[in-house]
C-alpha cells in the first residue's frame, strides 16, 4: 500500500503523467481513501498553475523540485508524530 511520504515523492511524476500505470492506480487508490494527500495534489496543481499562468518564462525545474522536497519534508515531520501515517 501507498504510503502518505511515498505518495510525496512522486507528486509531480504523477501530475506530469509521467508514471506507469500500476503506480497511477496505486496513488489513485490513495487518494480516494486520504483526504490530506488529495488535498496535497490539489494543492500541488493549483501552485502549478499558478506559477504557469503568471511567468512569462518557463518553469524554473530545480525551484518546483525544491518545492516538492519542502512539502515532502513537511509531511514527513508531521506523519511522525503519534497519528498513523496513512489515514
Do not use: W
Not at 48 to 74: F, G, N, P, T, W
Request: one cysteine or more; glycine letters at 6%.
Amino acid at each position: 500500500m501507498l504510503m502518505c511520504r511515498d505518495l510525496a515523492r512522486i507528486a509531480s511524476d504523477y501530475i506530469d503523467g509521467e508514471l506507469g500505470t500500476s503506480k497511477v492506480m496505486s496513488v489513485k487508490m490513495h487518494l480516494l481513501m486520504c483526504g490530506r494527500c488529495r488535498s496535497f495534489i490539489g494543492s500541488l496543481r493549483a501552485s502549478i498553475e499558478l506559477m504557469s499562468a503568471h511567468s512569462s518564462q518557463q518553469l524554473d525545474e530545480d525551484l518546483v523540485r525544491r518545492i516538492d522536497e519542502r512539502v515532502s519534508e513537511s509531511l514527513n515531520a508531521r506523519h511522525s508524530g503519534k497519528d498513523s501515517p496513512d489515514q
